[in-house]
């Protein structure tokens, strides 16, 4: 299960554009993230921010990153005035448009391999209540692996497999939902279900503590940087982007519904320890584990320029 945790940390990425017209504000730009796995001595360069002002101007990933790549990610957005309105991904030739209405991101339009996918944006009392993912009709069933990867990783993939070969459901995804609950500036609890035609395939719930301290990634939602923040950094993340402060602990809730009455449930938990310097952190313990298995480690480290 190690793999499937790093793979969510992996795609937990963000470009940080927000406060007014898309602007991150922050005093201090986060500019460089070191990932140190559980046994490792040696910290790997995570992602690189380069910066233009207060406009983030390109993002770099370095891999392996999920299933699907297996090196960089170079994340580049387009501005109108100071809001993004389209992120490109130079390697793959992937790109996400994005739509507003007034303040608030309302839509964004996926392009990934001559296929279309969008996602929609719901608000109440100014904050994100509901993101919905539909993807393109005509993917095939290798064209979805490759939608599900976005999410969930190849050996989660294998495992929903092989669960489904005594049902009659095929492998495939038609939508998705992210639901979030909020306690003042924080969101205490997103659900992330996935469903087949009208049958829920997955259900994650995810419920969070904080520190009182300011998160570096924090934006307020005007903005978003890319399906992949959208689909992931909004549910589980490093750092939630949504939340004005800093996940201590996080407990996750994973089921699998391979028929009504045959479900495969597992807890994972992940407990969080920061070290700071002024008001924002420069090391992110990890010490997580799924119920019944091993604990491990993993740590980050943030540079700022």
């Known amino acids: 299960m190690k793999k499937l945790t790093f793979v969510f940390f992996a795609l937990a ?3 940080c554009a927000c406060n007014k017209e898309g602007v991150y504000t922050p005093k201090k730009k986060i500019a460089t993230v070191y990932y140190q796995g559980d046994g ?9 921010y380069f910066w233009d002002g207060d406009l983030l101007k390109c993002k770099l990933f370095h891999g ?5 790549y297996n090196d960089e990610l170079e994340l580049v957005p387009t501005y109108e005035g100071k809001r993004i309105v389209r992120v490109d991904e130079k390697r793959s030739g992937e790109y996400v448009e994005y739509f507003y ?4 991101l ?9 296929m279309v996918s969008e996602v929609t944006v719901e608000h109440q009392n100014r904050k994100i209540s509901k993101i919905h993912f539909s993807p393109d009709k005509s993917m095939d069933k290798t064209s979805m692996a490759k939608f599900l990867r976005m999410f969930v990783s190849q050996s989660e993939i294998q495992a929903i497999s092989k669960a489904m070969q005594s049902s009659t459901k095929t492998m495939g995804v038609s939508s998705a939902n992210l639901i979030y609950s909020w306690d003042k500036d924080n969101v205490s609890e997103c659900i992330f279900e996935m469903y087949q035609d009208d049958n829920i395939v997955m259900r994650r ?3 969070y503590q904080y520190d009182n301290k300011l998160n570096p990634y924090a934006i307020n939602w ?4 890319s399906e992949f923040q959208v689909l992931m950094n909004a549910g589980y993340g490093r750092m939630l982007s949504m939340s004005k402060n800093n996940i201590t602990k996080i407990n996750l809730e994973e089921n699998f519904y391979i028929t009504p009455d045959d479900i495969i449930n597992q807890v994972f938990i992940d407990n969080i320890t920061y070290e700071y310097k002024g008001k924002y952190p420069i090391k992110a313990s990890h010490n997580q584990h799924y119920e019944g298995e091993d604990t491990y480690n993993d740590i980050y480290y943030y540079e700022y320029k």
């Open 205 to 207: 719930t995810y419920k």
């Open 101 to 104: 209405d007034g303040k608030f």
């Open 13 to 15: 990425f963000l470009f």
């Open 222 to 225: 005007a903005d978003l940087g």
């Open 64 to 68: 392996p990153v999920v299933d699907l």
């Open 40 to 48: 490792n001595e040696q910290q790997e360069v995570f992602e690189e």
């Open 106 to 114: 309302t839509k964004l339009i996926c392009h990934n391999d001559n």
